[in-house]
């Protein structure tokens, strides 16, 4: 038989070694799953108030569009549809007949350059007319409700009292 201290001692090893087994095997995974599921919290946390916050600012873009829908309006109706501008070429028609001015449209040819943000198209017009109808024209031009940058204007003086204006705008699209 064994002496009682060495018994004490046997039992206290094999207790040790139980408790240990118990630490390794049950409180370390669980420990790691603590530590699994509290950065899953985490981010789900943060996707949550990523959620809020896209949400805060949709909410903002909306009231934001609804208060400045006329505005934006406005904005769209600057720019002419690049496909069908009949409206736009209506428009030039119509002011050069109420500046006594002949006229001629036709499309230029419309390079965008990489610094170019906007779409645009160009057109190439021929006036014929007096210069005071000329600037006229002009100046309804600038002021029309279009957004328009003339990047060319030749005047000539034809054989009669007439001019002749030639002019290529380029007229921002949508």
């Not at 934006?72 to 690049?82: W, Y």
């Not at 501008?85 to 428009?91: A, D, L, R, V, W």
Request: include cysteine.
């Amino acid at each position: 038989m064994m002496p009682l201290n060495k018994k004490i001692y046997a039992s206290l090893v094999f207790f040790a070694l139980v408790i240990l087994i118990f630490i390794f095997l049950i409180i370390c995974p669980l420990l790691s799953d603590i530590k699994k599921d509290s950065q899953d919290f985490i981010l789900q946390k943060n996707s949550f108030a990523e959620l809020q916050m896209r949400k805060e600012n949709f909410n903002q873009l909306r009231d934001f569009y609804q208060s400045h829908q006329e505005e934006l309006k406005k904005i769209d109706n600057l720019f002419i549809d690049q496909e069908t501008p009949i409206e736009f070429i209506e428009f030039l028609e119509e002011k050069a007949k109420d500046s006594f001015l002949a006229i001629e449209i036709s499309a230029a040819s419309s390079k965008k350059s990489e610094s170019e943000k906007w779409n645009f198209s160009n057109y190439q017009l021929s006036l014929i007319g007096s210069f005071s109808n000329i600037l006229k024209f002009l100046e309804k031009i600038e002021t029309a409700p279009y957004l328009i940058e003339i990047s060319n204007l030749n005047i000539k003086q034809t054989k009669e009292e007439d001019i002749r204006a030639g002019l290529i705008m380029k007229v921002y699209t949508k």
